[in-house]
Structures are given as C-alpha cells and as structure tokens.
C-alpha cells in the first residue's frame, strides 16, 4: 500500500523553526517528484516547495526560509522551515508523482500521492 506520512508540525513562536518529514512507505522515492503543499483556514492549497525525481533541482516558493531535502536511504523527504511567521500557519501536506513524465516537479498539485498532512501552528 502506497503511504505518505507527514509529521513535525507542532505550534512554534513568531521567528522559531520546524523540520517536517514525509515519510514513504510501500514505493521508493527514487524517480520520484515530491511537492510540499500547504492549506490555511478558508484558503486554498498551496505549492510551497517541491523536489525533482533526482532531487537536483527544487523549486521554492520561499528559497530564503525554506528548505527541502531528501533522504533516500530512509526514503523521507524534508522541509527545513526557518523564521516563521503567523501567516505560515496552515496544515502542510507532501505529495509524490512517481516515475513521472515530465523532468521538473511543480508547485501545482498535480501529484498522484498525497498524506493527511500535520499542522503547523505559527504563534506567540
């Protein structure tokens, strides 16, 4: 059975950082696109930052904060947050294409795989 699972989330001050994880289970994150998403309340989804199936080249909404990184030897996939903000707060969601048909991940969620998400919380 194919599985993301997202964990890390938590509730952080105004300025703190978060690690948040993704987790496969069931297919390898090789030649795999993986996209972290995220939604707010009463807002819609949102590409925040994505990782080629070689994981050469990623794409940043906010390259200056964000970060991802891939391990495949454990076959996680990560997003280094730093210097958050209210305005972060939303439920954070990644998603995986795999053998895709196109060489560059996308900040559109046209992913095939999703997990349930874990939330993040931005707050003094």
């Known amino acids: 059975q194919l599985q993301l699972v997202e964990s890390g989330g938590g509730l952080v001050q105004p300025g703190g950082s978060l690690r948040l994880s993704c987790a496969a289970s069931?297919?390898?994150?090789?030649?795999?696109?993986i996209g972290w998403f995220r939604q707010a309340p009463g807002k819609e989804r949102e590409g925040v930052s994505c990782?080629?199936?070689?994981?050469?080249i990623a794409i940043y909404a906010d390259s200056v904060r964000f970060t991802i990184s891939r391990d495949n030897a454990k076959n996680t996939v990560y997003l280094q947050m730093n210097s958050l903000k209210p305005e972060d707060t939303a439920v954070y969601y990644c998603?995986?294409?795999?053998?895709?048909?196109?060489?560059?991940?996308?900040?559109?969620?046209?992913?095939?795989?999703w997990g349930l998400g874990t939330r993040v919380t931005v707050s003094s």
């Open positions: 990782s080629s199936s070689r994981g050469r």
């Open positions: 998603a995986a294409e795999r053998n895709p048909s196109f060489p560059f991940c996308t900040l559109l969620p046209h992913y095939t795989h």
């Open positions: 069931g297919f390898t994150l090789n030649n795999t696109h």
